[in-house]
């Protein structure tokens, strides 16, 4: 089994600043790329920032130059710290991790449950 542990949403001011975790945990053999999507009401959930095994990372537009996603390999755990947060960043915040467990000979995607973050204006 593989399990995704998501922590440190919650309600923020706009201009003020989170930062996200995610740990997996499990039967892990290898990860490869982990990431960050995020889901606003009424909308379809989008890539926010993903990084790969070997540190390269990529971003949407809407958060570059505020966010930034990092990874501790040694723990399966992927972070993102988020500065300057606006109204339209709030969501429900979505962990993805690529990886192979175990028990598989192909790497699979795993979700987290999600963590909420509002920006108040």
């Known amino acids: 089994q593989v399990q995704l542990v998501e922590s440190g949403g919650g309600l923020v001011q706009a201009g003020g600043s989170l930062r996200l975790s995610c740990a997996a945990s499990?039967?892990?053999?290898?990860?490869?790329?982990m990431g960050w999507y995020r889901q606003a009401p009424g909308k379809q959930r989008a890539l926010v920032a993903t990084?790969?095994?070997?540190?390269?990372?990529d971003y949407a537009d809407s958060v570059k130059g505020r966010f930034t996603i990092s990874r501790d390999n040694a723990k399966n755990t992927v972070y993102m710290q988020m500065n300057s947060l606006k109204p339209e960043d709030t969501a429900v915040y979505y962990c993805?991790?690529?990886?192979?467990?175990?028990?598989?000979?192909?790497?699979?995607?795993?979700w987290g449950q999600g963590t909420q973050v509002t920006v108040s204006s």
């Open positions: 499990g039967s892990i053999f290898s990860t490869n790329v």
């Open positions: 993805y991790v690529n990886l192979r467990a175990t028990f598989l000979r192909w790497a699979e995607d795993y």
């Open positions: 990084i790969t095994s070997g540190g390269s990372t």
